[in-house]
């Protein structure tokens, strides 16, 4: 079948009589139709049909993941269940190096020996408020003593091998107005008593 598209120029094309068109005017117009028919189609039907497939598919991949990583547990539940029974073990054990509140002016009693027994001279040992923290409490002491540089280190080093933690923080070292070779030692030692849950 030819089609003269050179008829479109002169036709006269009234849309109540489609049918005497000529031939090239039907094909564009039927042309015209499905292309408007296709996309029409798209925009209600398929373009929403894309977009929930490709959330579902988003879903797919972090339904996969959370499968994967739940998959990863069950496999190894009984390794994370000795990790666990470890980990409350060496909580446990920490704890113990925790000073309970009957043992706190003891503290003070071995930071003195230890401070003596380096040869130091104690103007200052005074605990200081607490500290509450989300699970501990600290509990600072202010610390100033006076002696030599290796009477200071053998101090720390003796209060690092402490039973229970301490921790030493904020030093300062100045000499000693009434000797050249005396020195004055400030600091701060903390220690921690765990914090227990409030009752329900």
Known sequence: MNIDFSQLKDADLDLNNIGQWPDAAKLVLG???AVMLAFLSYIGIVKDKIETLERVQA???TLKGQYQ??????ANLEQFREQMAQAEELFAQQL?????SHETPGLLDDITFVGTTS???FVTLNWQPEIEQEIYIE???DIEVLGSYHEFGSFVSKIAGLPRIVTVHDFNIDMEQESNEVLRLKLQAKTYRYREAPAQ
């Open 69 to 74: 990583a739940k998959y990863h547990v069950a």
């Open 59 to 61: 879903e797919e991949q």
């Open 139 to 141: 509990l600072p002491i």
């Open 119 to 121: 040869g130091l001279n």
């Open 96 to 100: 113990k190096s925790l000073p309970e």
């Open 31 to 33: 042309i015209f139709t």
